[in-house]
């Protein structure tokens, strides 16, 4: 599976971005997506993952509210809109696939993409 993150940019404070991942290769469908994010100097955190069928999402504590995932299996693409945006959002983020349960652990996904820099100025 390839996965191919886009989106990201400049956004002031209090702005939305939306974040896709299109994947392609073997069917991604079956896959737990997920996405994370890395700020200079720290490590990868979660942000947030969705079930295959969309039944089950899950959200790290510090966006839940302002983050919403979702996913278009007939385009193999997932999203992540991002809204009220703070600047301690700002980092590479980073879509993941491959884990078989909804994880928060990097190590539970065995594909990534290339990063999409979001910079959320104050």
């Known amino acids: 599976v390839q996965l191919q993150a886009s989106g990201g940019g400049l956004v002031q404070a209090g702005g939305s971005l939306r974040l896709s991942c299109a994947a392609s290769g073997r069917t991604y469908s079956n896959y737990v997506m997920g996405w994370f994010r890395q700020a200079p100097g720290k490590e990868r955190e979660f942000v947030s993952a969705?079930?295959?069928?969309?039944?089950?999402?899950y959200y790290a504590d510090s966006v839940k509210g302002r983050f919403t995932i979702s996913r278009d299996n007939a385009k193999n693409t997932v999203y992540l809109q991002m809204n009220s945006l703070k600047p301690e959002d700002t980092a590479d983020y980073y879509c993941?696939?491959?884990?078989?349960?909804?994880?928060?652990?990097?190590?539970?996904?065995?594909?990534w993409g290339r990063g999409t820099q979001v910079t959320v100025s104050s």
């Open positions: 969705i079930s295959w069928g969309s039944a089950g999402t």
């Open positions: 993941a696939a491959g884990a078989v349960i909804l994880t928060s652990t990097p190590a539970g996904y065995n594909y």
